[in-house]
């Protein structure tokens, strides 16, 4: 089984992916694989993302984990579908102990200094730094780690193509976040592919 650092190490940025169409899963991640971005986070925002994660699963390369886990019926519906890590917004006792009953790495969400306290009680010292730029993006980030320097965080939202490198700059960064690769509906797989190409060689 995986740990979370590899989780976090193998491409520089992980697609944060909102799927409604069950039909789109295989040829997207598909894509994402083929362009060099195989670890694919998919969003449980819609009524499809179990039977997409499902789909997602049976793409060679794929390493498929859902997002935007809330609870631990999530967790469990989850993992039913074959994710391979789990990613919260955010962070609590009972999602944490629920993550940590289940053996699969977890990446939950921060956004203060006590989420990280919290989290690092529990166990988790590989953390999402979310909404990133909302919460005060970089000079934000920067605070923590020198605070808290056992920490390694995967920056998620409002992070672009243009701002990831200045991102992943930072030692404390394993890996960001990213919407822009592929677009909610969209099914040029082709463009996605190309924009997982360039994604896959940024680094700062």
Request: glycine share 10%; aromatic share 6%.
């Amino acid at each position: 089984m995986m740990d979370i650092d590899s989780v976090m190490t193998l491409a520089p940025v992980i697609p944060v992916l909102v799927v409604d169409d069950v039909a789109h899963a295989r040829p997207l991640a598909e894509a994402l694989v083929a362009g060099g971005l195989p670890v694919l986070e998919v969003t449980l925002r819609t009524p499809a993302a179990l039977e997409v994660i499902a789909a997602m699963t049976e793409v060679p390369g794929a390493i498929v984990g859902a997002g935007t886990v809330l609870s631990g019926s999530d967790i469990a519906g989850a993992l039913s579908a074959g994710a391979r890590f789990l990613v919260s917004p955010g962070i609590t006792a009972a999602l944490g102990s629920a993550a940590r009953t289940s053996n699969v790495p977890f990446l939950p969400g921060v956004a203060s200094a006590s989420d990280i306290i919290r989290a690092q009680e529990m166990g988790f010292s590989r953390l999402k730094f979310f909404p990133a730029v909302a919460a005060g993006g970089l000079p934000v980030l920067r605070a923590f780690t020198a605070v808290f320097g056992n920490v390694r965080f995967c920056p998620t939202g409002g992070i672009t193509e243009a701002s990831a490198p200045e991102w992943l700059a930072e030692p404390a960064v394993a890996c960001v976040g990213g919407s822009w690769i592929a677009k909610r509906g969209e099914t040029d797989w082709a463009a996605i592919e190309a924009r997982a190409r360039a994604a896959a060689t940024l680094r700062g």
